[in-house]
């Protein structure tokens, strides 16, 4: 089954062959809080970026989800299915990292 681009970001109808997820997080130790920031790429081209947002963990990859949607090119049948297997499934590679950084003005700046 084929996977096709939604328009945003698109430059045609091309078959999802990769998802990258470029996170960034950071502990704010006042109050003990975790933000992050996330910027999606499909086929290798840059489709949607996030604010910062609250969130630890992998939240990062459930914020890149939304981007996806929006975007156009997450379509499941099944809302509960993990991407991991949405992207297993129709031979897609994923890939998502998350670095953590050491202060706001560095999440900040990779958000922007």
């Not at 963990?57 to 929006?70: C, V």
């Not at 090119?73 to 950084?101: C, F, G, M, N």
């Amino acid at each position: 089954m084929a996977v096709f681009l939604g328009s945003i970001g698109a430059t045609g109808s091309k078959k999802i062959k990769s998802i990258e997820i470029w996170g960034k997080k950071w502990f704010q130790k006042s109050y003990g809080n975790t933000y992050h920031a996330v910027k999606v790429y499909v086929n290798n081209e840059l489709i949607g970026t996030s604010p910062i947002r609250y969130g630890y963990g992998d939240q990062y990859i459930q914020t890149a989800e939304d981007i996806l949607k929006k975007a156009g090119y997450l379509k499941r049948k099944d809302p509960s299915t993990p991407l991991w297997r949405y992207a297993q499934e129709r031979k897609i590679k994923l890939k998502a990292y998350a670095e953590d950084v050491d202060t706001q003005r560095e999440l900040k700046s990779f958000a922007s």
